[in-house]
Structure formats: structure tokens, C-alpha cells
């Protein structure tokens, strides 16, 4: 009987003690202690031009975001600055109205830097691209906002005279995740979305489109270089459409081939590989 009680009191013992998971638990009001942070919406731009002796005005989306930012009502004012590691120089290559930006509570946080990009004096295509590398610098305006530390990295692309829009005769070589390979013709359509910029009509071995998304691809041309930079496949699917190769543009001939993969998951090597050899009509 004795070592009964003894047992229950030893239970009960055990039962009226702290439990440590719930002493360890952070209390769930400082999830929102953390500071706020100002900052660009993108890690990185790029702004291209024909070298012509003109400017061409663009713009770098700043904002504030974190754990209160939505509490904020006084306006934040930011400065930015090149990093040492920046190519691109100030007066030759960019200019700004100003470094200073404030971002006003009425407009959620949100301001647009200008930048211009220069090319009086500049031939292309230059041996070396410029690269602008910005930072947030100084952050004033409400005491819960600092600067993030990510920077910015603007390309400068200095572009020749490009005229690619138009109907184009495909041919495309294609190789099938199995490593099987067809030939596929068909018509594609270039537009120009932005200097030296443009947007097919077709995208891989899906002749008349998917149905969802916007058709085809986007691809740069600098002086007659053509590359095709990372993108999701007809901006909707998570397969990666990215250039292999850069192609080259005979204009004698007013022909082109362009080299790129889709692949799934990106960064895989599950990957579709198509060639294409374009004439303009």
C-alpha cells in the first residue's frame, strides 16, 4: 500500500511541473519586432539604347516592405549610390536628377528613381557591357525603416540600329527529352517590345501556342548578337526558356539561328533543345 501512494505522489509530482516546449515558445507578438526595410523591388535591370547620340529616360522601383511597413504613415526618404564594384561611370554612361527619393505613405511606400542612359560618344558594340551596381545608402523619415543591403545591378546594353520585326520561314531542329529529333517548319513573327528587344510569335515544338500566357519568347539584339535571357516559359509555366548559344544575324541574307533549351524543373538537366534557322520574308 505504501509503495502504491508513494508511486501517486511521484505522478502526481511529475504532472505539476513547468513544461519546457511551452517555456521555450517565442511569444507570437514578436514575430512582427523585426525592422522594415527599404529598398528595390528587382535585384537586377537592364537598360539598352541605340547608340545614336540620344537619351533614354528609364525608371528603378523602390519600396518599403516587412513585418509593419503596412503601419507606417509618416513618408520615408531614401539615397542611393554606385558601388565600388560598378563598370559603368557617371556623365559618360547614366545620370540622375537626383540620388535622393522619397517614398510617400499616400502612395504606399512606393516611388520611382529616373535614371537616364547616355550615348553621345559611345560606339557600339563596345569591347566591355557597363554595369551599374546601386545601393540604398541613407535611409531617413520613420525609425523602424533601414536600408536592406541588397543591391542593384543595371546592364547597360549600347545597341546598333536593329530592324528584325516581321514575318520570318522557321526551320527548327528538335531534340526531345529522349534525345530523339524532328524537324518542324512553320511560320513565327518578330515584334519589337523595347530597343533591341523583341518578342517571337512561337516558342519550341508548341506550333500555334498553349493556349495561356503570352506566345513565344523574348530575345535581345546587340549589334547584331543575339541572345535570349531566362525567362518562364510563355511567362505562365514554371519550364525555363534560356538561350544556349548566341546567335548571329546575317544581313546580307537577312537570316538567323537561335539555340535554347525549356527545361524542368530550372536549373535540371531535363531539358528539350531546339534549333532554329530563321529567314525573313
Given at each position: 500500500?505504501?509503495?502504491?501512494?508513494?508511486?501517486?505522489?511521484?505522478?502526481?509530482?511529475?504532472?505539476?511541473?513547468?513544461?519546457?516546449?511551452?517555456?521555450?515558445?517565442?511569444?507570437?507578438?514578436?514575430?512582427?519586432?523585426?525592422?522594415?526595410?527599404?529598398?528595390?523591388?528587382?535585384?537586377?535591370?537592364?537598360?539598352?539604347?541605340?547608340?545614336?547620340?540620344?537619351?533614354?529616360?528609364?525608371?528603378?522601383?523602390?519600396?518599403?516592405?516587412?513585418?509593419?511597413?503596412?503601419?507606417?504613415?509618416?513618408?520615408?526618404?531614401?539615397?542611393?549610390?554606385?558601388?565600388?564594384?560598378?563598370?559603368?561611370?557617371?556623365?559618360?554612361?547614366?545620370?540622375?536628377?537626383?540620388?535622393?527619393?522619397?517614398?510617400?505613405?499616400?502612395?504606399?511606400?512606393?516611388?520611382?528613381?529616373?535614371?537616364?542612359?547616355?550615348?553621345?560618344?559611345?560606339?557600339?558594340?563596345?569591347?566591355?557591357?557597363?554595369?551599374?551596381?546601386?545601393?540604398?545608402?541613407?535611409?531617413?523619415?520613420?525609425?523602424?525603416?533601414?536600408?536592406?543591403?541588397?543591391?542593384?545591378?543595371?546592364?547597360?546594353?549600347?545597341?546598333?540600329?536593329?530592324?528584325?520585326?516581321?514575318?520570318?520561314?522557321?526551320?527548327?531542329?528538335?531534340?526531345?527529352?529522349?534525345?530523339?529529333?524532328?524537324?518542324?517548319?512553320?511560320?513565327?513573327?518578330?515584334?519589337?517590345?523595347?530597343?533591341?528587344?523583341?518578342?517571337?510569335?512561337?516558342?519550341?515544338?508548341w506550333i500555334g501556342g498553349l493556349?495561356?500566357?503570352?506566345?513565344?519568347?523574348?530575345?535581345?539584339?546587340?549589334?547584331?548578337?543575339?541572345?535570349?535571357?531566362?525567362?518562364?516559359?510563355?511567362?505562365?509555366?514554371?519550364?525555363?526558356?534560356?538561350?544556349?548559344?548566341?546567335?548571329?544575324?546575317?544581313?546580307?541574307?537577312?537570316t538567323m539561328t537561335i539555340d535554347?533549351?525549356?527545361?524542368?524543373p530550372q536549373g535540371s538537366d531535363?531539358?528539350?533543345?531546339?534549333?532554329?534557322?530563321?529567314?525573313?520574308?
Open positions: 500500500m505504501k509503495r502504491i501512494y508513494l508511486l501517486l505522489l511521484i505522478i502526481f509530482g511529475i504532472a505539476s511541473l513547468p513544461s519546457c516546449l511551452v517555456e521555450d515558445e517565442v511569444p507570437s507578438g514578436d514575430n512582427d519586432k523585426g525592422p522594415n526595410l527599404a529598398g528595390f523591388e528587382r535585384s537586377s535591370m537592364t537598360m539598352g539604347g541605340v547608340s545614336n547620340g540620344d537619351s533614354y529616360d528609364f525608371e528603378i522601383l523602390c519600396k518599403v516592405f516587412g513585418p509593419t511597413s503596412m503601419d507606417i504613415n509618416s513618408d520615408v526618404t531614401i539615397t542611393v549610390e554606385p558601388d565600388l564594384s560598378s563598370t559603368a561611370v557617371e556623365g559618360l554612361h547614366y545620370e540622375f536628377p537626383s540620388t535622393s527619393l522619397t517614398l510617400k505613405a499616400e502612395d504606399n511606400l512606393l516611388a520611382r528613381l529616373p535614371i537616364t542612359m547616355l550615348t553621345e560618344g559611345i560606339d557600339a558594340p563596345l569591347d566591355e557591357t557597363p554595369v551599374l551596381v546601386l545601393n540604398v545608402n541613407t535611409v531617413s523619415g520613420d525609425g523602424t525603416v533601414i536600408a536592406s543591403g541588397k543591391p542593384l545591378t543595371i546592364t547597360l546594353n549600347y545597341l546598333c540600329f536593329s530592324d528584325l520585326s516581321g514575318e520570318y520561314d522557321a526551320t527548327m531542329l528538335y531534340t526531345a527529352y529522349d534525345g530523339s529529333t524532328s524537324t518542324i517548319e512553320f511560320t513565327d513573327v518578330f515584334t519589337e517590345t523595347g530597343a533591341g528587344e523583341y518578342r517571337t510569335s512561337e516558342v519550341g515544338h493556349g495561356v500566357g503570352t506566345p513565344g519568347f523574348t530575345f535581345n539584339d546587340v549589334c547584331n548578337v543575339i541572345t535570349i535571357p531566362g525567362q518562364n516559359l510563355v511567362d505562365y509555366y514554371g519550364n525555363w526558356v534560356e538561350g544556349t548559344a548566341t546567335g548571329i544575324v546575317d544581313k546580307e541574307t537577312n535554347y533549351s525549356i527545361c524542368y531535363n531539358c528539350r533543345y531546339y534549333s532554329v534557322t530563321y529567314v525573313k520574308k
